[in-house]
């Protein structure tokens, strides 16, 4: 699915479109517009749109201590939310990677798992913070030799989308139909035929952004950031 498609449920939605059938050029330009202008807006309602990103970065000999985002030692394109998991590799050695530890975590493994003095090619244990507008990343043990890799799973908020014929991934669950029915609900009054807005589509509407809402809320999907 690409952005586009969104944009395209959201006209079935509203009944304008049959499956099969294609919106004009205008219609799609209009809607994408008013897509962005949804995204933006449903920040204020608590909700943001998060993108999971897979990156890797050098790590240096002996440095245990690394900042993630924009400008920092592990440099982003656009600012990091929360980093979920790990993997690391120098030459042909792969480290099995896993779970990102808060920092409390980190502190309590690597006081019972780390022999003084001991070092790796690869870290075994990798913790991390929600600051801003660094996140620090700590690992252990320092690498010993450079260039190893570190690859880095983290959250990154959508707020406008630049290019709708890319592929959308890394959507938590549940977005991608909150999405189309909210769209829907934003083009009725231009394109909605005689009635306007079905019950149906309303109430899907509301449930969806509900449902996400609350998720948000208990910490289910939306990585939290300080600062």
Known sequence: ????DIIDLAFLD????????????????????????LLSSLSTEGLTAFNQVFQSFALSANTTSYTLGVGG???????AMKVTAWRAFYGGVLSSGGPVLSLAEFGAAAAQAQPTGET???????????????????????????????????WTPITQ?????????????????????????VLAPQYARDGGISPEL????????????????MGAQAPQAQG
């Open 14 to 37: 509203l009944g304008v479109t049959q499956p099969g059938e294609v919106i004009t050029t205008s219609m799609r330009t209009d809607a994408q517009t008013r897509f962005n202008v």
């Open 120 to 154: 790796a090619p690869i870290p075994k244990i990798v913790g991390a913070d929600t600051a801003y507008p660094f996140i620090n990343v700590r690992l252990l043990p320092p690498p010993s030799f450079t260039p190893g890799n570190i690859e880095l799973a983290y």
């Open 1 to 4: 699915m690409i952005w586009n």
């Open 73 to 79: 030692s592990f440099s982003t394109a656009v600012r």
């Open 202 to 217: 309303a109430a899907n509407a509301q449930n969806a952004k509900a449902s996400l809402v609350q998720q948000n809320v």
């Open 161 to 185: 989308i630049a290019d709708f014929t890319q592929v959308v991934s890394g959507l938590p669950d549940g977005w991608t139909q909150m999405l189309h029915f909210q769209l829907a609900v």
